[in-house]
């Protein structure tokens, strides 16, 4: 299993994610559960939010009522939500995502703003935002969950979380599966992509807009979730509903449920994003085998490309493990961001205590620069054992760099700033 928490360590460091936890599924139950960087509780038991996959939760509980007879998939959504904007919109259109609704509602970035009651979202989503027609193409609305959740509010004649919890979360056993945050949790964060510092992302209740991502959980609960979606279970749904939930309607997209192919094979389940949050979850439903990952930073891993990662055949190697800079020295400020060498663009990061240069995406090839008491000077590449001259403007701000006769500006070619001896003639930057 050393293999595992190596893949979950090159996550991590690649990733520059704060904290990470993961946990591999054989024949449906956990068979390795792991953490790296600074996980705030047991790997296993430590709550993260998980954003979309909370689709998956209100997506089960639709067909819940659909088995029942209490809704049809072809059902227009106005039916149960006759003041929404989109009534004419299908059931089965907005599970598949299909339906033509615009993909964030009206109004401020709802996942990090205070949630609005159902009457102001509704109210500010007339029907005029829509995109396409119904059935046109794929188009991902996480307005079009809101629906679906109040949808099943009415029909049950009790809050959507209370219908999730009740009947799908108590007969599962996923006790650790919330609407807030409960302890031990992580504190979500997004990592400055130049400064790799923190910043905290607020836990907003998000209201009217929960079902589309609200739910907190851990790695234990989402495993049993994850099994759940390949077996089915008698108290919940039945595996011949998920077999129809996990068909494609569109392109890499069930009824609630988001399909990939890793090596050959299909895996459903669903990825999640939610400010300062990532999440990934998805099952063979053939082999019960099948992956969870949960991460509190809003970039850095691509939540598709988890199975991959964890469940593939090649071979792990090792990375530096990441951290965050607490510390930012006076002299660096201003200095990590986008700079221009002639019109070849590079990238410059404060990095656990040095500064890296590097072509954007190309971060193995790094000009490293230390900061000493006589200066900034470089100690790993071509640089190496150069001092870099930093030339600010008179309120600070940083006009310049100047490595021996290497000029880099925050512009190609900066008309203000004079470049001794022409322009670079080297084509692919400093070598």
């Given amino acids: 299993m ?7 360590e090159r996550i991590q460091g690649r990733g520059r994610l704060p904290s990470v936890v993961a946990g591999v599924l054989t024949d449906g139950s956990l068979s390795w559960v792991g953490g790296a960087g600074e996980v705030a509780g047991p790997p296993d038991d430590t709550q993260y939010r998980i954003g979309s996959i909370t689709k998956t ?24 939500v006759p003041e929404t904007g989109y009534a004419d919109a299908t059931v089965r259109d907005l599970l598949a995502h299909v339906a033509g609704l615009q993909s964030e509602p009206v109004g401020s970035w709802w996942e990090r703003s205070p949630g609005v009651e159902l009457d102001v979202l509704l109210a500010a989503n007339d029907g005029s935002g829509a995109v396409a027609r119904a059935g046109e193409y794929y188009h991902y609305s996480n307005l079009g969950f809101a629906l679906l959740g109040e949808a099943v509010a009415r ?25 807030l945050p409960s302890a031990p949790h992580a504190q979500g964060y997004s990592v400055d992509h130049f400064h790799e510092t923190l910043t905290e992302e607020p836990h907003q209740d998000t209201r009217a807009m929960a079902p589309a991502g609200q739910v907190w959980s851990t790695v234990s609960d989402l495993a049993r979730w994850a ?26 997209y069930g009824l609630g449920l988001r399909l990939i192919e890793v090596d050959g094979r299909w895996l459903t ?31 850095g891993q691509s939540m598709e490309a988890v199975p991959g990662a964890l469940l593939g055949d ?63 000077v470089g100690t790993e590449g071509y640089h190496r054992g150069e001092t870099l001259h930093v030339h600010r403007r008179p309120d600070g701000s940083v006009s310049h760099l100047v490595c021996a006769t290497f000029v880099y500006t925050r512009i190609p070619y900066d008309p203000d700033v004079e470049i001794p001896g022409g322009h670079p003639v080297r084509r692919s930057g400093p070598s």
């Fill in 57 to 80: 939760l209100v997506a089960v509980a639709v067909m819940r009522l659909r088995d029942e007879g209490l809704l049809a998939l072809s059902d227009p959504i106005g039916r149960f």
């Fill in 155 to 179: 029909v049950r004649g009790a809050t959507w979380w209370d219908v999730v919890s009740g009947e799908l979360l108590v007969p599962l056993g996923m006790t650790r599966t919330t609407y």
């Fill in 227 to 252: 099994d759940f979606l390949a077996t089915g279970h008698d108290d919940v749904l039945a595996r011949s509903t998920l077999d129809e939930m996990a068909t494609a309607q569109s392109p890499g």
């Fill in 2 to 8: 050393s293999d595992l928490q190596t893949r979950l």
């Fill in 269 to 299: 389940g669903h990825t999640g994003s939610m400010p300062g949050f990532l999440a990934s979850l998805f099952v063979d439903r053939e082999t019960r085998r099948g992956s969870v990952l949960m991460t509190n930073a809003f970039s």
């Fill in 314 to 376: 090649e071979e792990p190697e090792p990375v530096e493990p990441w951290r965050p800079s607490s510390d930012v020295p006076d002299v660096v400020r201003g200095l990590p961001g986008l700079w221009c060498w002639g019109n070849t663009a590079l990238e410059m990061r404060w990095h656990h205590g040095l500064l890296r240069m590097h072509e954007p995406g190309d971060d193995e090839d790094a000009y490293e620069f230390e900061v000493r008491a006589d200066g900034i």
